[in-house]
Structure formats: C-alpha cells, structure tokens
C-alpha cells in the first residue's frame, strides 16, 4: 500500500544541562510509514516523545538529523517559502478545538482560506460545503461560546479540512469529551476519511480511541518505537505490550475457593485466527480442564474477536491446565 507519511531515523536533539551530557534526546531514531487513506494511532505516556514527533510533522521543527516525507515530499529538505506551501497539505485539530472567539463557526473555518488568498465567494461555498460535512450546516452563525465541546471539535475539524489537506494531525482530540461525544467525533473522522481519502493521525493516550477507529497504531516510550503495525496484526499477538494494552485482562484481585480448595489464577488470551478455538470453545475447554472462569473481555476489532479470561484453577490441577491450554495455541500466564 502507498505510503502518506514516511519517517526515516528521525532524532531530535534539545540543549539540556551539562550534568546529562548538554542534550536531550526527545526523538531517538524514529521510522515508520504511514498509509495513505488509513487513521494511525500513535500512543504513549507522558513525556515518551509524542508532543515532539507533532511538531516536527508539522515542520514547526526540524530533527536533528533523519527525514520527514509527506505526500511525496521531504519536509526536512524544503526552504521556507516551499514550507509554507508544504504546511498547507497538513490539517490540525487540537485538544480544545482552539477556535478564535471573536469569530463565527463559518468565520473560523473561513480563516485560513482567507490567509490563503481564496476569494471571498470562493470562501462561502466551501465553508457551507464543510459545515454541511460535519452535520453542523445551520450553525455557522454561531460563536463558540454557543456551542457544545462536541461540536466546537466538529467546527475544528472543517477547520481543518478548509484547504483540502493530504494529512490530517489530531493531538489528542477527545480527550475533553465524554464518552458519548467521544465516539460522535470519532464516526466524523472515520466518515471524512471515507469520503475524502485523507490520511489522519491520531496522538492519543486513550486506547478506547485506537481500538474503536485506527486502522495502525505506534506506542512510542522515551523517544524510541517499541512497537507498530496494524491493529488486527497486533492483536494477533498477545505476547505483545501493546496487544495487552488494546485489550487488558480483566481486573481479578484474589483467587477464589471452589468448593472448598483453594486456586491460582491464570490469565488466558486469545484471537479468533484461523486454526485456533473461538471464545465458546476456549470457555468448554476451561471447564472441562476442570477451570472455572473469574473473570472475562471479549472484543470484536475489526475482523479479529480477542478474548481475555482470567481461569481460577484448584492449586492440583495448574500445571495439567495450564498444559492443555499451551497445547491448544492458547497464550497463558500463571499468576504467582
């Protein structure tokens, strides 16, 4: 598949105290390769490098050393007028929508049109092509202030699509919403994908958010990739960090007694590759070991079903248990 965005040994290096060397690696030999059309998920705790890799996708800075390809072209390598032109192939959305209060709905989406040099005429058909797009077509006289954070995101979005962008950047854009709103912005995305072709990357700490719309997902931890590939690709790992991060075993704190013998926990995960048991079969399997199940998360992501149960197994039987899941393609972990 054609690749949108390119990265190739990017690091970015800032000027720090002397006692740890006089820099510090914020960006530390980062490659990967984007799809085009596809939503890439990059995830990661605070500090890992995320704020940092934005910002030099965006050209508002440049790595150290390493390459930064967009549609085609290498931002590292671009003068600043040939930049300009670059930055407006990339849309950003923000956290907060960051819209300008003093403007209209209409007015901010209009505003980087106007920077353009798009005539005024010109303006207004896209602004209510753009507003219709993200179900807000009535509401272009409305300030911000008037509108809800959903659709102040919504307003963002079209924002970003004025000046039909190659690549969307989304830094963390549901992180202030509830749950309910989370997942409306999250079909508008998908559906300005569908419709438009573009490339979205989505900066989030929300795995919620990368199992419900991402097609790839990178999680980055101090400056460096510890993992990326597609989604159903890492699910079908479930040795794999991320995999367990996706989808978490369920919280079972204390082993419970069954019919008065006591029990070790083991946690079983599962994908429905082909070749291996369903989620009904693996639960028979369980309890026909002699396993009883004291906890389980089944989730459906995209084709892929994943399964995590934690089993509760008399002490005796752990090790022939244990044996037979193994045996059966099952990943297992006994808890100590």
């Known amino acids: 598949m054609q690749s949108m965005i390119e990265l190739r040994d990017v690091r970015k290096e800032y ?32 500090g890992a490098g ?64 106007y920077l353009a040099g798009v005539p005024k005429g010109a303006r ?32 963002g979005i079209a924002r970003a699509l004025a000046d039909e962008p190659a690549v969307i950047l989304c830094d963390e854009p549901t992180s202030a919403l509830d749950t309910e709103t989370t997942g409306q912005v999250l079909h508008l995305l998908r559906d300005v994908r569908d419709r438009l072709g573009v490339t979205i990357i989505i900066i989030t700490h929300e795995m ?23 989604v159903e690709d890492i699910l079908m790992n ?30 079983v995960a599962f994908t429905s590759s082909p070749g291996k048991p369903t989620g009904s079969e693996v639960m028979g399997l369980a309890a026909s070991v002699g396993a009883d199940i004291a906890g389980g998360t089944f989730e459906t992501v995209g084709s892929t079903q994943v399964g995590r149960l934690v089993l509760a197994v008399p002490t005796d039987l752990v090790n022939h248990v244990n044996q037979t899941l193994l045996s059966k393609g099952l990943i297992t972990e006994v808890r100590s």
């Not at 991320?242 to 946690?267: H, K, W, Y």
């Open 208 to 230: 919620s958010v990368v199992r419900e719309v991402c097609d790839s997902v990178t999680l980055l931890e101090n400056g460096r990739i510890v993992e990326t590939g597609r």
């Open 15 to 46: 000027l720090g105290k002397a006692a740890a060397g006089g820099k510090v690696v914020a960006l530390d030999g980062i490659s990967m390769q984007v799809a085009k059309g596809s939503i890439h998920g990059i995830v990661g705790q605070s």
């Open 124 to 155: 207004h058909d896209r602004v209510q092509e753009l507003l219709t797009l993200v179900g807000l077509g009535d509401r272009g006289s409305s300030y911000p202030s008037q509108l809800s954070g959903g659709q102040r995101q919504r307003i």
């Open 50 to 113: 995320k704020s940092t890799l934005i910002r030099c996708l965006t050209a508002l800075e440049k790595p150290t050393s390493g390459t930064i390809t967009v549609d085609g072209q290498d931002l590292t390598a671009l003068g600043s007028k040939d930049l300009r032109l670059a930055r407006r192939k990339i849309g950003m959305v923000f956290q907060t929508a960051n819209l300008l209060d003093s403007r209209t709905a209409a007015g901010n989406i209009a505003y980087p049109l």
């Open 238 to 267: 479930p040795h794999s960090v991320l995999s367990r991060e996706l989808i978490p075993p369920p919280v079972v704190d204390v082993a419970p007694v069954l019919d008065g013998r006591t029990t070790v926990l083991i946690d």
